[in-house]
């Protein structure tokens, strides 16, 4: 049914005005007591052999929605009633800015897949931090909350840019992300680079600490699937050494050759990074070099090209303890989630493993063991 809606309506739109449109159902639908009620026991049940603990947090599963749906924390309970375990917002910069000029959104059909040079357009961290502060939760879910650099920053100040959001966001985050490995803002991945990265992440961590002094809240970093490997390689050690809680692989592409796109070749040129199922294959290499660095030391997000269950459980294999969509919600529909979930279960059931935490990783370690 969603597909064929999403063929005689959203495939007819502009993508961004299509993620509006969607966003602004999704938000009615949540207000609505009885229809809430509703959607969440159909699309949101509960597995309870699906229970995540990690980052110190008990979670309903392991599957949530990845950043860049959700920029300004605006439809938290929404996705929450649409079944994803943990909400991350984001991305959001110390300042209001309006992003990349439109046309900045674009889908690659016959890929799955997304293209988008959005430029983290955000409201700023101080409105972001104010919602959180006065939002009144209807659905239980995780929040974490992802940070970028503003986009006029130079990169000399990019700590201190990054140290305003901690210090509005932390108190209402359950977990951070320290962004920098966006394609869409000038020299933000060469912060990715280690020397730039341990006193970014160092500033982060203290700030964190200082302004909640009453819990440690989690703070994880997002790298790109463009990375070579021995840059993989420095920011898992540098992850283990500063005592980071998680690394979350990874972010959209760059690379265009190579991944056999099938779309239309004016498309497959424009600028931005791509995501969804072209990306699998290196987001699940960059995983599965991660763990084999780090292990159970740090918890690991898988994210890019997860489309379906048999993906989320690949990864979870390979050393995801989370995993993340976002590409495949816009393809999939609403009934995402709940197919991820029900899928899990069943091959969790399958496996040998008596809990999903006994899989993480097994794959990973049986390979290197061979």
Do not use: C
Not at 1 to 25: G, S
Not at 51 to 78: S, V, Y
Not at 118 to 144: D, K, P, Q, Y
Not at 206 to 219: C, K, N, S
């Amino acid at each position: 049914m969603y597909k064929l809606f999403f063929n005689l309506v959203f495939k007819r739109m502009d993508p961004e005005e299509a993620h509006h449109l969607a966003f602004r159902w999704i938000r009615l639908a949540v207000r609505i007591p009885v229809l809430r009620t509703f959607v969440a026991a159909a699309l949101a049940p509960r597995y309870k052999e699906l229970r995540t603990e990690t980052l110190g947090l008990r979670m309903q599963g392991p599957f949530g929605l990845a950043a860049g749906f959700d920029k300004n924390a605006i439809a938290i309970d929404g996705m929450a009633m649409l079944g994803f375990d943990h909400v991350e917002i984001g991305t959001v910069t110390a300042q209001a800015q309006p992003g990349n000029p439109k046309k900045r959104l674009f889908r690659l059909v016959p890929d799955r897949a997304l293209i988008n040079r959005m430029g983290f357009n955000n409201e700023g961290s101080a409105a972001v931090a104010a919602r959180l502060a006065t939002r009144h939760e209807i659905f239980r879910t995780t929040v974490g909350v992802n940070i970028g650099k503003t986009k006029v920053v130079p990169e000399e100040e990019a700590v201190a840019d990054y140290v305003t959001s901690t210090e509005r966001l932390a108190p209402y985050a359950d977990y951070l992300v320290v962004n920098v490995s966006s394609p869409n803002t000038p020299g933000l991945r060469n912060l990715q680079a280690t020397e730039a990265l341990r006193p970014l992440l160092s500033a982060v961590r203290e700030a964190a600490d200082r302004t909640v002094p009453e819990r440690r809240v989690p703070l994880l970093v997002k790298i790109a699937p463009d990375l070579a490997d021995e840059d993989v390689d420095a920011v898992a050690d540098l992850a283990v050494e500063l005592g980071l809680d998680g690394v979350i692989a990874t972010n959209t592409t760059i690379a265009r050759d190579g991944l056999g796109l099938a779309s239309d070749a004016a498309l497959v040129k424009e600028t931005g990074g791509l995501s969804g199922a072209p990306l699998k294959q290196r987001s699940l290499e960059v995983l599965r070099r991660l763990y084999a660095r780090v292990g159970d030391r740090i918890t690991l997000v898988g994210v890019g090209g997860i489309e379906n269950a048999d993906d989320a459980w690949q990864r979870i294999l390979a050393g995801a303890t989370l995993v993340q969509g976002y590409s495949a919600f816009i393809y999939e529909g609403p009934l995402y989630a709940r197919a991820i979930h029900k899928g899990l279960a069943a091959r969790l059931a399958a496996s040998p493993y008596a809990t999903l935490a006994e899989a993480v990783g097994a794959e990973t370690r049986k390979a290197a063991t061979a």
